[in-house]
């Protein structure tokens, strides 16, 4: 298992920039898959923007070209960097890591884009 902490939401104007980062309990070497979802209210949870151990990423196609997903192995985190934030981005976003015997989210960060 692993312990997820999400880091970096918070009010940002449409246009705007922010970056979230998600911090791992251990060492992410090992752990194949790690994403960032959204849900928000009265919504599913989204994928976002994902990323393998290789370094291949994918992405939704909404923030495709907006959002770059990028993992620190050597820190243990993996971190979303969003530019050109829209309202419809608004949401809780959650740290996702899938390893071969689990499954792990965080507790989510709010992003909230002001129109």
């Known amino acids: 298992q692993v312990q997820l902490v999400e880091s970096g939401g918070g009010l940002v104007q449409a246009g705007g920039s922010l970056r979230l980062s998600c911090a791992a309990s251990?060492?992410?070497?090992?752990?194949?898959?790690m994403g960032w979802y959204r849900q928000a209210p009265g919504n599913q949870r989204d994928m976002v923007a994902t990323?393998?151990?290789?370094?291949?990423?994918d992405y939704a196609d909404s923030v495709k070209g907006r959002f770059t997903i990028s993992r620190d192995n050597a820190k243990n985190t993996v971190d979303l960097q969003m530019h050109s934030l829209k309202p419809e981005d608004t949401a809780v976003y959650y740290c996702?890591?899938?390893?071969?015997?689990?499954?792990?989210w965080g507790q989510g960060t709010q992003v909230t884009v002001s129109s």
């Open positions: 996702r890591a899938i390893g071969s015997l689990f499954g792990s």
């Open positions: 251990r060492s992410i070497l090992s752990i194949y898959f």
């Open positions: 990323i393998t151990s290789d370094g291949s990423t």
